[in-house]
C-alpha cells in the first residue's frame, strides 16, 4: 500500500514538473475599473476620487513595482508599491512584508484582481481593485468582480467607480 501510495505521490510530482505553471504578467499600464475599500479601515472621506493608470514595472531582482497616483480629500498622493513573488502563483507579498496582492485573472480579456491583504490569520482585505489594460467599461467584468468581493466578505453597496484621470491635478480648497 505504501509502495502505491508513493508511486501516485512521484507521479503527481512529476506531472506537476513537467507542465511550467503559466506565469502571470501584470507589467504595463492599468485602469481602476472599480474599486472596494474596506470601510472598517479606511473612512469613506479617504476612498481615492480621481485615480490616475497604475503602471507596473519588472524589476532586475524579479519583483514588480506598481505605481498610480490617487486623488484623496484633495490632495494628490503618489503609492508606490513592490511586489514580490512567493511560491503560490498570484500570491505577492507587499507592503515591506506587512500583507500580500492576490492577483487573480478573469474569464474577460485582460481584467485582473488585485486583492490586497494583511499578513496573518483573520486579517481583512483593504481594497480590492478590478483592473483592465484599457479603460473601457466591460460588465461582464464588472458583475465577476461583484461575486468576489461578496466572496471574501465585502458589501457590494461599497462598490465604487473613481473617475480616471491621466494626470492628478489637487482640488482647490
Known sequence: MKTLFLSIMLLGLVAALSFPSEELNITGTWY?????VNTSRVPGWKR??????????SLEDGTWEAKTTLLINGRCLEK??????????GRYRAFHHKGFVL????PEQEHYIFYCQDQ???KTPG????????????????EEFRKFTQRKGLLAKDIFTPELTETCVPEQE
Do not use: F, Y
Not at 508606490?80 to 503560490?88: P, R, S, V
Not at 492577483?103 to 478573469?106: A, D, H, S
Open 32 to 36: 481602476t475599473k472599480a474599486m472596494v
Open 48 to 57: 481615492p476620487r480621481k485615480v490616475v493608470p497604475m503602471r507596473v514595472t
Open 80 to 89: 508606490k508599491i513592490t511586489l514580490q513573488k512567493t511560491e503560490e502563483p
Open 103 to 106: 492577483v487573480e485573472e478573469l
Open 120 to 122: 496573518g490569520p483573520g
Open 127 to 142: 481594497a480590492v481593485k478590478l483592473m483592465g489594460r484599457t479603460p473601457e467599461e466591460n460588465l461582464e467584468a464588472l
